[in-house]
């Protein structure tokens, strides 16, 4: 099986990748209803009643929830259809040296887009928050694309930007649980389907670290790269469909 798994394959599973995310996306913004979230954000505020500064907060904007959706899925159209048509011969030649430069600058967007969507649907409207979450899950996945170049110069595996990106992505899960716990705690529980995707989309995103650690232990198929590689395109089509579709399926359903 491993054998099979040839750059023209990986072009044609790309493509086809790309138009699922594509046709997800479209589907999103067609079948929604208006779903608007605000944004807001938080500064000191003087009350001259009891002259002292107090915690205020502004909306800024509202945000619609299916546009968020969909341009994640629009974002990994877009990779994979670059990699297969204008960029494939860098991609290719990339590859063949176990490296994926696109992967980790599209799940830097992709990635970081889902973690604010699942953020506001646990009640983080703040936008330095938000933007701190997004940053984060960025980081982390730049990381892997350190670990990628980084270990062509080791003889050893260097697994250093590995667990730093690993910290710098448990850090938003940390955060969404406390909220999720905050709520519940206060007679305030989410919707059943929050905490669907949050267990999914959370044991997704450590199946693509697991995915990093099985390409590096050369463990069975994984042996060649581009196995690993068939192995990311998977989940993250399923990743991604799996977020957007609980979405629609608990909110934006007319």
């Not at 001259?48 to 974002?75: G, R, W, Y």
């Amino acid at each position: 099986m491993t054998k099979a798994i040839t750059p023209q394959r990986l072009r044609r599973f790309n493509i086809i990748a790309g138009f699922l995310h594509l046709t997800q996306g479209l589907a999103v913004l067609a079948l929604s209803k208006e779903f608007l979230l605000p944004v807001s954000g938080s500064y000191l505020s003087f009350n001259p009643a009891t002259q002292s500064l107090e915690p205020a907060t502004k909306v800024l904007f509202d945000l619609s929830l299916p546009l968020l959706i969909a341009v994640f899925l629009f974002i990994c159209a877009a990779a994979h259809f670059s990699v297969a048509t204008i960029f494939n011969k860098q991609y290719n030649a990339h590859l063949a040296k176990g490296i994926n430069i696109a992967r980790w600058v599209e799940y830097s967007f992709s990635a970081s887009i889902m973690i604010v969507a699942i953020a506001l649907l646990v009640g983080i409207y703040d936008l330095m928050s938000l933007l701190m979450l997004f940053g984060l899950v960025a980081i982390m996945n730049l990381l892997g694309w350190v670990m990628e170049v980084h270990n062509q110069t080791t003889k050893k595996t260097s697994w250093l930007s590995y667990w730093i990106g690993c910290l710098a992505g448990a850090i938003p899960w940390v955060v969404i649980a406390f909220v999720l716990w905050l709520g519940a705690n206060n007679g305030s529980e989410a919707p059943a389907f929050v905490y669907g995707i949050f267990v999914s989309i959370f044991l997704f995103f450590n199946c693509f670290a697991l995915n990093m650690v099985l390409q590096y232990k050369k463990v069975g198929p994984w042996k060649n790269y581009l196995y690993g590689e068939l192995t990311y395109i998977i989940l993250s089509l399923v990743a991604k469909s799996l977020l957007a579709w609980q979405v629609f399926a608990g909110t934006l359903r007319p």
